[in-house]
């Protein structure tokens, strides 16, 4: 079986360490990714922490994952070694449901196998792109544009078809406001997007330390939430808000600031549950809604329009040995606006 230097986290307290794990054999239709770049997303930090439930120790994780193909099973067709290609959440489905055959592989009804932590064909545990090598089906391998530098295009993997998916799904473009609630990972993705699509944005971040950077990366409007008068004064206001918050926030109080018809997608998957309140959802005919992810489709279409119009993730990348001081700054929302590890340090 291929092996791949990988850190590892043992339990949802002790740091990550350098070790080893196996991958499958490259079956007829798997492709095997050196991997070049790997992003460091909140949701590996929920996952290892134990705050969406046990985990299954001990666990890789990552699934911004870019590389290059280094070897191809034989019935592979769509990927050729020494392509540049991504890899994101999802690693296998069924294929055959409903869902599967509209390319909603995502919500898979016998359950989509995650990247990592998710039961392998074989029984084992997914493990994810923390880790030098992986082997995965060529449905779930997507091709990166050349027009995205790769060590920036990690992010895209989950980030950006997590933010790309809500925004095409309701609508962002000419003549519609969206906000996004949080400039983190997601959020600056969402920036970008919403602003290539043309849309008029606005950022409600917590302080008003981003608000140069929210310009920079396409917002028109910027209000700092802890201003209390930000809520008064927007009423009423939006078409369209992506929250991306990793952390439990006052709903409602961002549902008032939807317009008529306006939807409030939640995207952020923070480790408590959030309440919404009937009679805010009532006047303006409000809608909330959740998204997850996206489909390898959307996925590869989300790659190319990036490519197209130049929305590049803004990254700071770091070295193996300091991913979990990387994990520390993203608690502390001190990121700017993604860690992206280079895989290339992993020498243990
Ligand atoms: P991130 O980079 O840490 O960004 C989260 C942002 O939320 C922060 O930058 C901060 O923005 C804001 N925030 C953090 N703590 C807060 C608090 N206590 N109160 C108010 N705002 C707070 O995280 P990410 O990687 O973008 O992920 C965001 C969330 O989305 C996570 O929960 C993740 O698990 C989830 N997620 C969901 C999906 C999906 O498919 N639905 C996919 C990927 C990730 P400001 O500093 O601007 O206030
Ligand atoms: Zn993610
Ligand atoms: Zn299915």
Not at 123 to 143: C, K, M, N, P, W
Not at 242 to 263: H, M, P, Q, W
Not at 332 to 338: G, H
Request: net charge negative.
């Amino acid at each position: 079986m291929p092996s791949a230097r990988a850190y590892t986290a043992t339990s949802a307290t002790a740091p990550l360490t350098p070790g080893t794990l196996h991958r499958r054999e490259v079956g007829p239709r798997d492709v095997l990714v050196d991997i070049a770049w790997v992003g460091i997303c909140h949701s590996d930090i929920h996952t290892v922490r134990g705050e969406w439930g046990t985990a299954p120790y001990p666990l890789t994780v990552g699934h911004e994952i870019v590389g290059v193909v280094a070897e191809v099973g034989a019935e592979v067709t769509r990927h050729h070694v020494g392509d540049r290609v991504g890899v994101g959440c999802l690693v296998d489905s069924c294929r055959n449901c409903d869902h599967c055959r509209a390319d909603q592989e995502q919500f898979c009804r016998k359950g989509a196998m995650e990247t990592y932590g998710s039961k392998d064909r074989n029984g084992s545990i997914t493990q994810g792109g923390y880790a030098t090598r992986i082997v995965v089906d060529e449905h779930f391998v997507l091709r990166v544009p050349n027009g995205i530098p790769f060590e920036t295009a990690a992010p895209l993997l989950c980030a950006g078809i997590t933010t790309y998916s809500p925004l095409r799904r309701w609508n962002a473009g000419p003549g519609r406001r969206v906000a996004v609630v949080g400039l983190g990972g997601l959020g600056h993705l969402a920036v970008k997007l919403a602003h290539a699509m043309g849309a008029e944005v606005t950022v409600l971040s917590r302080t008003a330390g981003k608000r140069d950077d929210a310009g920079r990366l396409g917002a028109r409007h910027f209000h700092a939430t802890s201003d209390p008068e930000t809520f008064d004064r927007l009423e009423s206001t939006f078409d369209l808000i992506i929250n991306t918050v990793s952390a439990e926030i006052d709903l409602n109080a961002y549902l008032s600031l939807l317009d008529l018809d306006g939807t409030l997608v939640n995207v952020g998957a923070p480790p408590h549950d959030l309440t919404v309140s009937l009679f805010t959802l009532l006047p303006n005919r409000r809608s909330f809604a959740g998204s997850l992810i996206g489909g390898l489709r959307e996925t590869q279409e989300m790659l190319d329009f990036c490519a197209a119009h130049r929305v590049i993730p803004e990254v700071e990348i770091i070295a193996a040995d300091q991913i979990n001081d990387a994990w520390a700054r993203v608690l502390d929302s001190d990121v700017r606006y993604r860690f992206v590890i280079d895989i290339s340090t992993m020498t243990h």
